[in-house]
């Protein structure tokens, strides 16, 4: 059993529409992370949650500490965000790491 | 405040020879953990390491190995390079705040020939 589920694995969408991505976790955790990766690139840190949301530009990450889940939010979206989107939590000494979400945003 | 550096970006390197990748972490920062990343895999675990001791390991071969170097600097070294060790190292620093504040490197992508 993975200690992170994310959903979907795969999302095409529309230049402009709105974009979630879900995490669950099932460890305790210190904090969790939304991390980029674009296509044969490196990994850019988005957000660090402990509680709550956090707001970026068109960017939007909450959390549910309760119910051990996070969303990553995407308003209008752009070809720009197609990258590969991945929930990371801090958990004891390391991360546990999703799958990832690979989104195509189509102009 | 420098981010998480990681050196070399990119690497290649023929089977059988041997890699050392380096990683420095935020100033303060006294834990440095790697991951690896191959095609089709998500972000596994190789170690972590707090004031120059490993404290964890994950479930790789002894080819895989690493240090720290008491200004928090960490080094991971793949000796007998196979075709599969190609991947996304990645190293993540963290503070020891409450909250476990932590930072990633942007990575260093091995390719083995």
């Known amino acids: 059993k993975n200690e992170v589920e994310q959903s979907p694995q795969n999302l095409t969408a529309q230049e402009g529409e709105f974009i979630t991505i879900n995490c669950s976790y099932s460890?305790?955790?210190?904090?969790l992370h939304w991390l980029q990766q674009h296509p044969g690139g490196g990994i850019v840190s988005l957000f660090m949650l402990s509680s709550g949301k956090k707001k970026h530009g068109r960017l939007i990450a909450t959390i549910n500490i309760q119910e051990k889940h996070s969303s990553l939010h995407i308003t209008a979206s752009h070809p720009r965000d197609s990258a590969v989107y991945i929930c990371?939590?801090?958990?004891?000494?390391?991360?546990?790491f999703g799958t990832g979400t690979s989104l195509t945003v189509i102009p | 405040k420098a981010g998480v550096t990681q050196t070399p970006r990119y690497l290649i390197k023929t089977r059988g020879q041997q890699v050392t990748l380096s990683c420095s972490p935020i100033?303060?920062?006294?834990?440095v953990s790697w991951y690896q990343q191959t095609p089709g895999q998500g972000l596994q675990f190789l170690f972590e390491?707090?004031?120059?001791?490993?404290?964890n390991k994950g479930n790789f071969p002894g080819r895989f190995s690493g240090r720290q170097f008491s200004n928090s600097r960490s080094e991971m070294n793949v000796s007998t390079l196979e075709l599969g060790d190609s991947a996304l190292y990645l190293c993540a620093s963290r503070g020891s705040g409450g909250v476990a504040e932590a930072f990633f490197g942007q990575g260093t992508r091995l390719t083995v020939v």
């Open positions: 460890v305790g955790i210190s904090a």
């Open positions: 100033s303060g920062h006294r834990s």
């Open positions: 990371a939590v801090a958990t004891g000494n390391q991360f546990y």
């Open positions: 390491y707090f004031s120059e001791t490993q404290r």
